[in-house]
């Protein structure tokens, strides 16, 4: 293992911010950010790399790679909750082994924009169809945990369905990355430049914002997970890595760069802490959310960011 | 001074965003205040309201009703809060200044 990727991500200032919000919580400082700013952060971010996206498709050709990415895409996102609903039913329940299932076939943008970061620190190329990949595999996740639920539970209260797929195809954060990647595809290059202060010189700084945000949140649900430890732990790291190695191969069939393989890795490997609570919220409210939120924020999203990265990267540059 | 009911809903804002506020006009209630990003703890455990989506916070619904439509009013209620958790109070205040231009009927 290259230990100086581990060091060069473990010292960037995104992971740095994280580190600090976990801290500063946990010694009981009383740092908190206002919520409306965390959700600016996150627009912000979803906008920004949307436009880059678009940008970025902008200048390359339509070419089969990018349409069996995006097919694989969809095609692991809605797969992977089978095996995770399958593995934890017998132990939690149906409930909340489809929530749990859900937020783990679906996944989190901001270790995908973290893993960007990182790729553009050590001038690692990546395509721009990466980011409609990742817009692609948040919501199919969504739709078959709720139908393992429907399905596997004694409930009768039915699902409403219309309403479900609106929340799962239509959740804001889709929206947004979707429509801004649009519109970075159809600006002309004037406007290109004109937004690269917006696109690139802000990023990094609302990134580390954000990143301080997630770490005072990811700390506040650390007794929470208290009782379920065991459970939270195996599964949220074992599970995440299972699926970011099984992304690797995935990504070595497709032959995709080396950029985007990690991409692919951390979009399999990573667990949603923002879509799919909100829609499971309404479709599974039976199902404990100071379970499946945690397990996503506290466990899954800092493996991944801090060791997971560095730990992708290191396997796809023996392999590629 | 008129005697009414004070009926607070507190709700998941996810469901009440989305759902809950055309419910309320189909059901006839016309006049209601909200205080949305509540948090707490209840069924669900502790609601941080830190995460940016309609994640563990709550909207706090205030409605002023007639008593005699009280009863009507919180059995539509009753399902919603069942299936999605929350809390329904009735408390009988007393109103001490009403919009004199409201139509508002509850």
Redesign the interface.
């Known amino acids: 293992m290259d230990y100086s990727l581990v060091l060069h991500n473990l010292l960037s200032p995104p992971i740095l911010f994280y580190s600090l919000g976990m801290g500063a919580f946990l010694l009981r400082s009383d740092l908190e950010i206002p ?1 409306t700013l ?2 600016l ?3 912000y971010l979803l906008m920004a790399i949307g436009l880059k996206g678009g940008f970025s498709i902008q200048q390359s050709t339509l070419d089969g790679t990018m349409i069996k990415t995006l097919a694989a895409s969809i095609l692991v996102a809605a797969s992977t909750p089978f095996l995770a609903f399958y593995l934890l039913r017998a132990r939690l329940g149906a409930y909340d082994a489809a929530a749990i299932a859900a937020t783990y076939g679906s996944i989190s943008a901001v270790t995908f924009i973290t893993a960007i970061s990182f790729l553009e620190k050590l001038g690692t190329e990546y395509d721009g169809y990466m980011i409609a990949a990742m817009a692609l595999m948040e919501s199919p996740a969504i739709i078959v945990g709720v139908f393992l639920a429907n399905r596997h539970s004694k409930s009768t ?1 039915s699902v409403e369905w219309k ?1 479900l797929l609106q ?1 799962a195809l239509l959740n ?2 889709v929206v947004l990355i979707l429509g801004s990647l649009l519109i970075g595809y159809l600006a002309d290059t004037e406007y290109q430049a004109a937004l690269k202060p917006f696109t690139s010189d802000l990023f990094k700084g609302f990134l580390c914002f954000f990143l301080l ?1 997630m770490g ?2 990811s700390a ?2 650390i007794r ?1 997970l208290r009782k379920s430890a065991r459970i939270a732990l195996t599964f949220g790291i074992g599970f995440a890595l299972f699926t970011g190695l099984a992304g690797i191969a995935f990504a070595y069939l497709l032959n995709l760069s080396q950029g985007n393989a990690l991409l692919f890795a951390l979009l399999c490997g990573s667990a949603s ?3 799919v ?3 499971m ?2 479709a599974v ?1 039976q199902a ?3 379970l499946y ?1 945690p397990m996503s ?1 506290t466990i899954t999203f800092p493996f991944n960011i801090i060791l997971g990265i560095p730990l992708y990267y290191y396997l796809i540059s023996i392999i590629w | 001074m008129t005697t009414v009911d004070k009926i607070e809903l507190i709700i998941p804002s996810a469901y009440a965003q989305h759902r809950l506020i055309s419910k309320l006009d189909e059901w006839g209630i016309n006049g209601y205040s909200i205080i949305k990003e509540a948090i707490g703890k209840g069924r669900s455990g502790i609601q941080q309201g830190d995460l940016p989506a309609d994640v563990g916070r709550s909207w706090y619904i205030i409605i002023a009703s007639e008593t005699s439509r009280t009863k009507l009013i919180v059995e539509e209620f009753r399902p919603i809060i069942s299936r999605y958790g929350g809390i329904c109070l009735v408390t009988s205040v007393n109103m001490l200044i009403k919009d004199a231009n409201s139509e508002d009927r509850y």
């Open positions: 919520s965390g959700k952060f996150s627009l209260a309403g929340e804001g954060s945000d005072l949140a506040r649900r929470i802490y923002i879509a609570p909100a829609a919220r309404i409210p404990n959310a100071s939120v924020l």
